[in-house]
């Protein structure tokens, strides 16, 4: 899976705290901390029909994070929808638009690790692009990579910080195998998630999915356990181990740059029938309805 450059993005109009910057002008300074140390939290977004999905629940986890990293300030969600409307607005966004809101611990006043170097408050930066949701809905392919996701005892995954390079080297792993992402193992071998998403498997009629030692407390697999639970569809939260992705009649991925997404083979093996599986399509339609009818109005 290779995202394509869309060129309705090629004069994408950016937010770097409140100043409204060409993409090919945008920038932050050498001495941000995302910059020296990766010191950062975001959130991705998406907006349907002038409304984003789950607005409040990406704005609360992204100030939990910066809580839990110690930021000195951390904007009010209200001030943070008001620079996304006013980002929407520069670009006459109103629907298919994806949003990445990056919170950094700011700009230092010399280089260096130490939270106390910043004094100058928080860098807030808005992306909006135009982009569909980004996995092929008719099924991916995924490898198992051999990097594992961190528990609580090395990095809480209920951070969301912008540490990516776990998922990068296994994103690698998936690129050299011609596979679309890696499925990741927890440090016990259970299955985590993806370099990016949340799994799900079905077997019978029961629906599967990882705890969240190992991954983030995903909004979108939120969504889907609150689907599951409306539709009384019977689901566990549990350990799963590789052998039973194996033998799962139906897996799936969950997340908000991408959505539901069938996972037809894992490790050269077919999964199910090696077609979208009755369950994941019901849960698809359901989703689809779920954004058009829950979104958070912004515009
Ligand atoms: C590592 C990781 N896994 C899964 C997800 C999907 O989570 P969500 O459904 O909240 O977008 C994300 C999204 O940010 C992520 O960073």
């Excluded at 008719?138 to 528990?151: D, H, Q, V, Y």
């Excluded at 990516?164 to 690129?175: G, M």
């Excluded at 069938?262 to 339609?285: A, F, M, Q, W, Y």
Aim: hydrophobic fraction near 40%; aromatic fraction near 6%.
């Amino acid at each position: 899976m290779l995202q394509k450059f869309n060129d309705l993005n090629k004069d994408l109009i950016v937010n770097i705290n409140g100043k409204l910057v060409h993409r090919d002008q945008a920038g932050v300074s050498p001495f941000d901390s995302v910059v020296q140390g990766g010191d950062a939290v975001w959130e991705g977004l998406r907006l349907y029909k002038g409304r984003i999905f789950r607005l409040y629940m990406h704005l609360d986890r992204l100030a939990d994070s910066a809580r839990a990293l110690a930021f000195a300030e951390i904007p009010t969600h209200e001030h943070i929808v008001s620079e996304i409307r006013k980002t929407l607005e520069a670009n006459q966004m109103t629907d298919s638009v994806h949003l990445r809101l990056t919170l950094t611990r700011g700009v230092k006043y010399t280089s260096g690790m130490d939270p106390r170097l910043n004094t100058k408050g928080p860098t807030l930066i808005i992306l909006a692009e135009h982009k569909a949701p980004v996995y092929d809905k008719t099924g991916i392919k995924l490898i198992t990579s051999t990097f594992r996701r961190p528990t609580g005892e090395v990095l809480d995954p209920r951070i969301h910080h912008n540490n990516l390079l776990n998922s990068i080297l296994a994103k690698i792993q998936a690129n050299a195998a011609g596979a679309d992402d890696a499925l990741m193992l927890d440090s016990r071998g259970f299955i985590a998630e993806t370099n990016a998403t949340h799994v799900f498997f079905v077997r019978g009629k029961e629906i599967m999915t990882p705890f969240t030692h190992a991954c983030p407390e995903g909004i979108t697999r939120g969504a889907v356990l609150d689907l599951c639970a409306q539709h009384r569809i019977p689901y566990e939260i549990r350990d799963i181990s590789i052998a039973e992705a194996y033998r799962a009649d139906e897996m799936f991925c969950t997340g908000t740059m991408g959505e539901i997404a069938p996972v037809l083979e894992l490790d050269g093996r077919k999964i199910g029938t090696g077609n979208s599986g009755p369950v994941t399509l019901d849960l698809c339609d359901l989703f689809k309805r779920m954004v058009e009818r829950e979104g958070d109005k912004v515009l």
